[in-house]
């Protein structure tokens, strides 16, 4: 009988604790309750997408003019709260044509050249100075565009690879990067061709074995840089 009750105490029937909610306020503070009907993660997404393509909508709609007139009187709001404008015209000097251009003031020399002057030579590529395919002269040195804004090379002296040519003739670097084939894609070959007349004004009597370091803020993803280096040793000998 011993064996018969400790049989009948253990089994499920006869257990004494108490039983246990379902859910509880906790657990359902903690997400577990169902979503609402109809509301799932594809809903979400597709809803955001939707509000993000009817304000791009809505922004393409206006016209530059308009852009520009909404842009000006803002900047007026701005100034009568004492605020500094959003935009200025600055004066760039662009291989050796000087032309006034509005700008946002946080507006880059790469996107200044290429977005408002069409000058489409400089790239962008990792738009973090990484690269060097966005180098151009000022003064004579070398930058990447990229990093720098627009406003502060006013009347500096501004050269892309659109402004190496003479006279309807190739630069010299030019030509060479075309017989050694210094390029494959030729995506970084601007940047390339920039840096090279920069450091060839910079330091024309440079050591050859000194090139590739001296050039390497600019990247080739196709590693043509045996072919570069020729190219740039050949129009040393032309320059």
């Given at each position: 009988m011993a064996l018969q009750h400790t049989e009948n105490s253990n089994s499920p029937a006869h257990t004494?604790?108490?039983?246990?909610?379902?859910?509880?306020?906790?657990?359902?503070?903690?997400?577990?309750?169902p979503p609402p009907e109809g509301v799932d993660r594809r809903t979400v997404l597709v809803a955001?997408?939707?509000?993000?393509?009817?304000?791009?909508?809505?922004?393409?709609?206006?016209?530059?003019?308009?852009?520009?007139?909404?842009?000006?009187?803002?900047d007026e709001e701005r100034g009568g709260r004492g605020e500094p404008p959003r935009t200025a015209t600055v004066a760039l000097t662009v291989n050796g044509r000087t032309r006034?251009?509005?700008?946002?003031?946080?507006?880059?020399?790469?996107?200044?050249?290429?977005?408002?002057?069409?000058?489409?030579?400089?790239?962008?590529?990792?738009?973090?100075g990484a690269c060097g395919a966005c180098t151009v002269l000022v003064d004579g040195r070398r930058i990447?565009?990229?990093?720098t804004f627009a406003v502060m090379y006013e009347r500096r002296e501004i050269t892309t690879v659109e402004g190496l040519a003479a006279n309807g003739r190739p630069h010299p670097l030019q030509k060479a990067f075309v017989e050694q084939d210094g390029f494959q894609c030729g995506f970084c070959t601007p940047g390339q061709i920039v840096s090279a007349a920069g450091l060839l004004a910079e330091s024309p009597d440079v050591p050859a074995e000194q090139v590739p370091e001296l050039m390497s803020g600019n990247l080739c993803r196709c590693a043509a840089y045996p072919h570069i280096a020729d190219a740039i040793a050949q129009a040393r000998k032309e320059m």
């Open positions: 004494t604790d108490p039983p246990q909610p379902a859910e509880t306020t906790e657990t359902a503070d903690r997400g577990s309750a955001g997408a939707s509000v993000g393509a009817g304000v791009a909508g809505a922004a393409a709609l206006l016209s530059p003019t308009e852009a520009a007139a909404r842009v000006r009187d803002d006034d251009v509005d700008v946002d003031v946080h507006t880059s020399l790469l996107d200044a050249l290429r977005e408002r002057l069409r000058l489409t030579g400089p790239k962008k590529g990792c738009d973090q990447v565009s990229c990093l």
